[in-house]
């Protein structure tokens, strides 16, 4: 395992001065995810134009370095995205961090890419890949309106 | 793998009993162990050892993903869809009791009807004897036939309109009848009653295919299984562990708490409430490794040979009484000696060093009906050989000899 | 018996763990086993395997004494006044489900309360939650003070003339606070109110004796005291046992079946139901050996000594804020960093093979009332040393430099 | 162990052809026992006179042959007996099965005292002694009015 790869100097810094961590005005989506191992809660706010095009991405909540600093690097990279590059973006997310070591995906740019990459070294704690995906899961249920507030156990 | 040689794998035949060799005639109660299996358990807590699901480190993690692991070894071993559906209990026992419990809670309303088999064991009936007084509910029984069977004609009676879930087993642990649970099943389900199998003598023995079979809930016995004592499985469908109420409350099935209340946690969290039988559960992974490298197949074919041998020879012997005579017979021979006792019978088998079990083995509604109270019962795994079924009707004729019959 | 030498019992502490020597500080999550625990369930799978109480034929007898035998150490061990008041259970969470259950069944109606305290472990709420909704009845929890404890008062001002039972932990596994549990029990039972004791934590560090401190029912984990995993221990006064209904239904616990109903087995039969977790009560007996040879008196004094000196470290330590400051401390230190979550804490000492724990410990009302989600836990266990908190001081000061605070 | 000690000729006699099997005419006492373990019943009968003392005693049931001639001999030897007379043999039986190898009661013949010790067998059989005891326990709880039916585990 390697320390210094899970927490980058990038992950640390969004971990400490998480961006977008508001309530959007106006919003008109939402979801709350839940890790019960830690207690740890994150509250997702989506303002979507009529075209479903994200106009205005936050979060709420509290959490380790790693969820916060996924929460905040995923509402960076998302503002502005429409409905297929947000789920596209997603999926490529999640596949990565489970098994690939690369990103492929044309809706990010290298600055982009570099930034979500920086939570891959996650892969090698895999009590932690929790941390890391838990805004991205209740995003998705946000983006689906699923009824049920969200426990990450159920992924 | 030579099955011939499969006995070399567990220790316990190269030791002694009473300075005898050991003829071990009890599987139907407790298997043996592999020493796969044994020596797992040994490295887990020398080497590995720590809770799972909880802490970070790095020895839990490990921990964690050894227990996940059996858990999709299981999975795969029985054909369930999703690894969700298997439940780590402390026994079938607890298994049966969890459906009872849960099912009778959401599910059970007075004056409903539950149907059982004359063949079921004390655990696939004294749970639901619970709700018949915490819930008025009626339990009935489909009846025998002559050869000790449950056939499809005898659950098509006794099914009710009121019949809200059947409970049986996969395989008797006194008549060794197989039941034709595919059938029975089959039938069921176009009622649209659930059916549960207490799948305790099945599991070791035959090939498990959940959605083929297209139960609702199966339980094992991992000790009967090669693996572990302390340790069952509870095969449900998603669609019932997720509309059913939680079992027993605590650590790790829960989501979010507080003073009011509580949120549960997800599948299959949900079923498994404080620490776990962890080295058990990593341990019993090797079990099923033991039996898929085998092959559940050629066991049930070497068990047969043997069984039918057995059962040939137990024939031959006037005075001994065979209890059943199914068509489809797994690997359970139960018999009774006019004249001698189930339990004098084990007392002398036993000095000869051949371990059977005597009693009315959990099954009083069978033996009742029987008109017995008792009987004597030799029950084979994968290590038995036909050997032991010679010995077993010599230490038989002793008894004659002694009882003077 | 050196209690400095303990460790070397525990095969794990010869291993490295990824290159590094384990500082094991998660002993009140679950403990290391020693060898003879190990050794013991070893032998019994490769020389001595039967199930217990069933057959008659050699082994199963010397199982069945074996596993009586442990029936009898807890006894004595806990000062029990009857060996039947000794139940195995498959843990400490099924123990408190067992009386939660029964003693709903039996004794609370609509209306009626319960007291807890905001120490509680979710296996002492989530199982009386179950009779909030089943049963209509209220909890009530008593508060903790500024330093983490549950005192005499606290009680009084919880008790209402509603309440039915008093469920409580002995020993808090975040606070480490020590409960004057004597002292409420007397309260309690002036009042004639019966208790329970959560003794998870207290059963591995205390002096334990049932007739001194006289609660009606007191729950083990055997897995936290040296012990196999899956196996728990519930103490509780026969005249419970005797009035209570049983709680699984199966094998082994019923006195005669018919088809219109069931008799019910003598304790302690009645509440093991099932074959029980054989091999695991068996191997226990050499952990209560194990804890009786080196005698718990030395192990509280010693694990005082090794928990106050990494309480003065941690002190010391600015930035490290610890939870809770109980005049009797347990084995148990809790804290948190400010500005380090306490998940990227556990990751960090991990990587220097110091095993914490990191989350809300199962004790979710405590932390939301302490206004936390998680914190982090340093606990200990026979085998810990005062080195083991210097490495923590220091892979914590590692977490500040990582965290550049 | 040894298997002509628990099988002598005299219990393979009172096994196979039990004394006293049978329902005593006016009984004033009786008592049922069970074993959970094979299911064997038994049921004793017990006709006291004004005085307590035996006039008769027999017993209802089925089981091993230790258990049957437990109750066969113990049926022989009580006949006639006074009420103490019965709790010392009684007590003097149980404590063999126990841990005695030897009887000493002065309420018993030589030849009583050799039927009884054919019995001591079952000490080496732990999971017997039950058969050999059901009996005696069960007219225990007859002579005491014991109103719960008895089970032997209880024991
Ligand atoms: C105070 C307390 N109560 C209850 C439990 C639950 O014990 P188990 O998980 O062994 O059933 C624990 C351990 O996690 C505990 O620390
Ligand atoms: C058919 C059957 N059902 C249920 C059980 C109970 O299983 P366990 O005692 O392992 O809980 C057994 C074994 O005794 C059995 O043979």
């Given at each position: 395992?390697?320390?210094?790869?899970?927490?980058?100097?990038?992950i640390?810094?969004?971990?400490?001065n998480?961006?977008?961590?508001?309530?959007?005005?106006?919003?008109?989506?939402?979801?709350?995810?839940?890790?019960?191992?830690c207690?740890?809660?994150?509250?997702?706010?989506?303002?979507?134009?009529?075209?479903?095009?994200?106009?205005?991405?936050?979060?709420?909540?509290s959490?380790?370095?790693?969820?916060?600093?996924?929460?905040?690097?995923?509402?960076e990279?998302?503002?502005?995205?429409?409905?297929?590059?947000?789920?596209?973006?997603?999926?490529?997310?999640?596949?990565?961090?489970?098994?690939?070591?690369?990103?492929?995906?044309?809706?990010?740019?290298?600055?982009?890419?570099?930034?979500?990459?920086?939570?891959?070294?996650?892969?090698?704690?895999?009590?932690?890949?929790?941390?890391?995906?838990?805004?991205?899961?209740?995003?998705?249920?946000?983006?689906?309106d699923?009824?049920?507030?969200?426990?990450?156990?159920?992924? | 793998?030579?099955?011939?040689?499969?006995?070399?794998?567990?220790?316990?035949?190269s030791?002694?009993?009473?300075?005898?060799?050991?003829?071990?005639?009890d599987?139907?109660?407790?298997?043996?162990?592999?020493?796969?299996?044994?020596?797992?358990?040994?490295?887990?807590?020398?080497?590995?050892?720590?809770?799972?699901?909880?802490?970070?480190?790095?020895?839990?993690?490990?921990?964690?993903?050894?227990y996940?692991?059996?858990?999709?070894?299981?999975?795969?071993?029985?054909?369930?869809?999703?690894?969700?559906?298997?439940?780590?209990?402390?026994?079938?026992?607890?298994?049966?009791?969890?459906?009872a419990?849960?099912?009778?809670?959401?599910?059970?309303?007075?004056?409903?009807?539950?149907?059982?088999?004359?063949?079921?064991?004390?655990?696939?009936?004294?749970?639901?004897?619970?709700?018949?007084?915490?819930?008025?509910?009626?339990?009935?029984f489909?009846?025998?036939n002559?050869?000790?069977?449950?056939?499809?004609?005898s659950?098509?009676?006794?099914?009710?309109?009121?019949?809200?879930?059947?409970?049986?087993?996969?395989?008797?642990?006194?008549?060794?009848?197989?039941?034709?649970?595919?059938?029975?099943?089959?039938?069921?389900?176009?009622?649209?009653?659930?059916?549960?199998i207490?799948g305790?003598?099945?599991?070791?023995?035959?090939?498990l295919?959940?959605?083929?079979?297209?139960?609702?809930?199966?339980?094992?016995?991992?000790?009967?299984?090669?693996?572990?004592?302390?340790?069952?499985?509870?095969?449900?469908?998603?669609?019932?562990?997720?509309?059913?109420?939680p079992?027993?409350?605590?650590?790790?099935?829960?989501?979010e708490?507080?003073?009011?209340?509580?949120?549960y946690?997800?599948?299959?969290?949900?079923?498994?409430?404080?620490?776990?039988?962890?080295?058990?559960?990593?341990?019993?992974?090797?079990?099923?490794?033991?039996?898929?490298?085998?092959?559940?197949?050629?066991?049930?074919?070497?068990?047969?040979?043997?069984?039918?041998?057995?059962?040939?020879?137990?024939?031959?012997?006037n005075?001994?009484?065979?209890?059943?005579?199914?068509?489809?017979?797994?690997?359970?021979?139960?018999?009774?000696?006019?004249?001698?006792?189930?339990?004098?019978?084990?007392?002398?088998?036993?000095?000869?060093?051949?371990a059977?079990?005597?009693?009315?083995?959990?099954?009083?509604i069978?033996?009742?009906?029987?008109?017995?109270?008792?009987?004597?019962?030799?029950?084979?795994?994968?290590?038995?050989?036909?050997?032991?079924?010679?010995?077993?009707?010599?230490?038989?004729n002793?008894?004659?000899?002694?009882?003077?019959i």
């Amino acid at each position: 395992m390697n320390l210094k790869e899970l927490y980058q100097e990038i992950i640390l810094d969004h971990g400490k001065n998480p961006r977008n961590l508001r309530k959007s005005e106006n919003f008109n989506k939402d979801a709350k995810g839940h890790n019960p191992l830690c207690g740890d809660n994150v509250h997702i706010f989506l303002k979507l134009d009529e075209k479903k095009k994200i106009e205005d991405i936050s979060f709420e909540g509290s959490g380790c370095a790693i969820s916060m600093a996924s929460a905040s690097i995923m509402t960076e990279l998302l503002n502005g995205k429409n409905e297929s590059q947000t789920k596209e973006i997603i999926n490529d997310f999640l596949e990565m961090i489970k098994n690939k070591d690369k990103l492929d995906n044309d809706n990010l740019n290298e600055n982009e890419k570099t930034k979500l990459m920086s939570l891959s070294g996650v892969k090698q704690y895999p009590m932690r890949v929790k941390c890391a995906t838990l805004a991205w899961h209740t995003l998705t249920s946000a983006v689906n309106d699923s009824q049920e507030d969200l426990n990450i156990e159920k992924i | 793998m030579n099955i011939e040689n499969i006995k070399k794998e567990f220790p316990i035949f190269s030791n002694k009993v009473q300075n005898n060799d050991l003829v071990y005639l009890d599987s139907a109660n407790s298997s043996q162990k592999p020493q796969i299996v044994i020596d797992r358990i040994y490295d887990f807590y020398t080497k590995e050892f720590s809770n799972v699901g909880r802490s970070v480190h790095y020895l839990a993690v490990a921990a964690t993903n050894f227990y996940e692991n059996t858990r999709k070894s299981v999975q795969k071993y029985i054909n369930a869809e999703f690894a969700d559906e298997i439940v780590f209990t402390k026994g079938a026992t607890e298994a049966i009791n969890l459906v009872a419990n849960t099912f009778g809670q959401k599910f059970l309303n007075e004056g409903d009807d539950v149907l059982l088999t004359e063949l079921e064991h004390h655990s696939n009936y004294v749970p639901w004897h619970f709700l018949r007084k915490t819930k008025k509910i009626n339990i009935n029984f489909a009846e025998i036939n002559d050869f000790g069977e449950i056939t499809i004609e005898s659950i098509k009676k006794a099914i009710t309109n009121k019949t809200k879930i059947i409970a049986l087993t996969h395989l008797s642990n006194v008549t060794g009848a197989i039941l034709p649970i595919k059938e029975i099943i089959s039938l069921a389900h176009s009622k649209n009653i659930p059916v549960l199998i207490d799948g305790c003598q099945g599991a070791p023995h035959l090939n498990l295919d959940m959605q083929d079979i297209d139960c609702d809930f199966y339980a094992i016995s991992c000790h009967k299984m090669y693996g572990p004592t302390g340790l069952g499985v509870l095969y449900a469908k998603k669609k019932w562990l997720e509309v059913l109420p939680p079992y027993q409350g605590g650590g790790g099935m829960i989501n979010e708490v507080n003073k009011e209340g509580i949120t549960y946690g997800e599948l299959p969290n949900k079923y498994e409430a404080g620490t776990m039988a962890t080295a058990q559960v990593i341990a019993f992974n090797e079990s099923i490794k033991f039996l898929e490298n085998i092959g559940i197949k050629n066991i049930e074919k070497h068990e047969n040979e043997v069984i039918k041998y057995g059962e040939e020879i137990l024939r031959k012997n006037n005075s001994v009484k065979l209890i059943g005579n199914p068509k489809s017979r797994g690997g359970v021979l139960s018999f009774n000696i006019d004249g001698i006792h189930p339990h004098d019978i084990a007392t002398i088998l036993d000095e000869d060093g051949v371990a059977i079990r005597a009693g009315h083995h959990c099954c009083q509604i069978l033996h009742k009906k029987l008109n017995l109270t008792a009987s004597a019962r030799a029950s084979v795994g994968v290590y038995n050989i036909k050997e032991d079924f010679e010995k077993l009707n010599e230490s038989i004729n002793k008894c004659k000899k002694i009882f003077d019959i």
